[in-house]
């Protein structure tokens, strides 16, 4: 009887080990394949954000460009023109604070500002004279905000707002 309860237990505790080791092979196989599907994933961020970077410096030049042709034809004062330079040639250090910080534009700005002769009340200041849905993406404070009211601010100094405005006019009557 006593050898019978023995092989019981001894029995039991082999279906135990068994359960386990194959458990454990598992866990390993489950391990491989998180590791393999972070690499895979790492990959692909650091794919998307070198990408980003490029497209937010592209923007930027692109955006830089239209206010120095808005300065050349005088659509917009030298004040303006410092400012909105400022913000241009920074596009893509602010996005890219915003996104990889979780940083404000404010926040983003101050830190710029801490090597430039403007400031942000010099800034507020050109903001305050543009037109209030440029004011209302401004006061977002936020990468998307910024992206918004930067293209904005090229399609408004250009002239382009009001060529359209007159084109979509002519069209209707």
Same mark, same amino acid.
Not at 50 to 69: Q, Y
Not at 72 to 86: C, E, G, P, S, Y
Not at 163 to 173: D, L
């Given at each position: 009887?006593?050898?019978?309860?023995?092989?019981?237990?001894?029995?039991?505790?082999?279906?135990?080990?068994?359960?386990?080791?194959?458990?454990?092979?598992?866990?390993?196989?489950?391990?491989?394949?998180?590791?393999?599907?972070?690499?895979?994933?790492?990959?692909?961020?650091?794919?998307?954000?070198?990408?980003?970077?490029? &497209?937010? =410096? /592209? +923007?930027?030049?692109? $955006?830089? @460009?239209?206010?120095?042709?808005?300065?050349?034809?005088?659509?917009?004062?030298?004040?303006?023109?410092?400012?909105?330079?400022?913000?241009?040639?920074?596009?893509?250090?602010?996005?890219?604070?915003?996104?990889?910080?979780?940083?404000? &534009?404010? =926040? /983003? +700005?101050?830190?710029? $500002?801490? @090597?430039?002769?403007?400031?942000?009340?010099?800034?507020?200041?050109?903001?305050?004279?543009?037109?209030?849905?440029?004011?209302?993406?401004?006061?977002?404070?936020?990468?998307?905000?910024?992206?918004?009211?930067?293209?904005?601010?090229? &399609?408004?100094?250009?002239?382009?707002?009001?060529?359209? @405005?007159?084109?979509?006019?002519?069209?209707?009557?």
């Amino acid at each position: 009887m006593i050898m019978m309860v023995t092989f019981s237990v001894i029995g039991f505790l082999i279906l135990i080990v068994g359960y386990m080791a194959l458990r454990m092979q598992n866990m390993q196989k489950e391990i491989t394949l998180s590791r393999s599907s972070a690499k895979q994933n790492n990959s692909k961020a650091s794919h998307a954000y070198r990408t980003l970077v490029m &497209v937010t =410096e /592209a +923007l930027g030049k692109n $955006l830089a @460009t239209r206010i120095d042709n808005a300065f050349k034809r005088h659509l917009i004062t030298q004040q303006q023109h410092l400012v909105l330079m400022l913000l241009m040639s920074n596009f893509s250090n602010i996005v890219m604070q915003c996104s990889e910080k979780s940083a404000t &534009v404010e =926040e /983003a +700005l101050s830190r710029i $500002l801490k @090597t430039e002769t403007l400031s942000f009340v010099d800034i507020q200041d050109v903001i305050k004279e543009m037109p209030s849905n440029i004011r209302v993406a401004w006061s977002k404070n936020t990468a998307e905000g910024f992206i918004a009211a930067c293209q904005l601010i090229t &399609v408004f100094v250009t002239g382009d707002a009001a060529k359209k @405005t007159s084109q979509t006019e002519s069209q209707a009557s």
